[in-house]
DNA sequence: CCCATATCGTTATGATCATAACGATATGGG
DNA sequence: CCCATATCGTTATGATCATAACGATATGGG
């Protein structure tokens, strides 16, 4: 006979209704957290034009130089409708150019131009305070154990 | 005489664009984290209607009790116009009552239907089951530093 | 009592997400 | 060579977010 389900026993072995609370559940702390560093980051970019997701996408072109443009959603954890969206709002502000792949003509190169270039070299270290300050209610040692254990619980999403 | 942001040495004492990573920001690990954790649970209650944002109001709802529309938005971290929608949509999927409070003609209180209570108690479990899975590459000693760490640094949201 | 102030819910706007479906192009194995 | 299969980018749809602006209602101090 399989245990049942409805029976709420106070700490039964299957995880039941009874000892439940969404504020510990990993989702929602994620979701709450991830809110309140997209907040922290968008207070200082908001007026540069800039949200977390475009910051995102700026960056890892900075760190990793020009590529396709579906792979460079891969690397920010964007679905192709949605790095296109974005790429092509980053492009309306010249922040970014777009050209077609010489050997492969379904890619679409994504690159900087001049000013997008300048522009992420600047906001990187708001986006360093911003980091510090969405940490700043742990020590030193906790901020490298929550950014180690994150990493763990991402590690095999992208490249 | 200020410290130059753009000198990038190694490791200056203002973290410069030279040891920048975005993998390393905490707010790009929990975009990330969180992307993942909502994946999980999607997966599971899909198939009921249900998205994760809708089921977290449910949750709520159900550990605390029947409440204003605006007071559960904050408890679930969402603002008035966002809280709103959902409740919307849940109450056109029948899943939720509203009325307005005879006290507070301002108030609309949010309840659950028949249906609603009864689903969300079938879904519980299945949020259990998807935070496990989310939190499958840690083991259980770091499960609870991280859901411990992550609490800290959202403290002071709701309620 | 009255009125400045706060709270509640709504509307509108624009960005971010996931998903499904699709055409165009590459590629590799037979 | 050819074709099944994969990859790339696009379009459309619907949900989730934050923000600004607004009317309606409560409330508390003078």
Redesign the pocket.
């Known amino acids: 006979m399989s245990t049942e389900k409805t029976a709420a026993t106070p700490n039964g072995a299957d995880a039941a209704l009874s000892d439940y609370t969404l504020d510990g559940q990993i989702g929602f702390l994620l979701?709450c957290a991830y809110?309140r560093a997209?907040?922290n980051l968008?207070?200082r970019i908001a007026d540069h034009g800039l949200?977390?997701?475009?910051f995102s996408v700026m960056a890892r072109l900075y760190e990793r130089g020009s590529m396709?443009?579906?792979?460079l959603?891969r690397l920010v954890?964007?679905?192709?409708?949605?790095i296109?969206?974005?790429?092509?709002?980053l492009k309306r502000r010249s922040l970014l150019e777009t050209r077609s792949?010489p050997?492969?003509?379904?890619?679409?190169?994504v690159d900087f131009s001049e000013q997008g270039r300048s522009l992420v070299a600047r906001l990187i270290p708001l986006e360093i305070e911003s980091s510090a300050q969405t940490l700043a209610s742990l020590n030193p040692e906790e901020q490298q154990t929550l950014l180690q254990l994150l990493g763990r619980l991402v590690e095999t999403d992208d490249r």
């Open positions: 979701r809110q997209s907040g968008l207070r949200t977390p997701a475009q396709s443009q579906n792979r959603g954890g964007m679905e192709p409708a949605n296109r969206d974005v790429v092509q709002r792949a050997d492969d003509a379904r890619r679409l190169v």
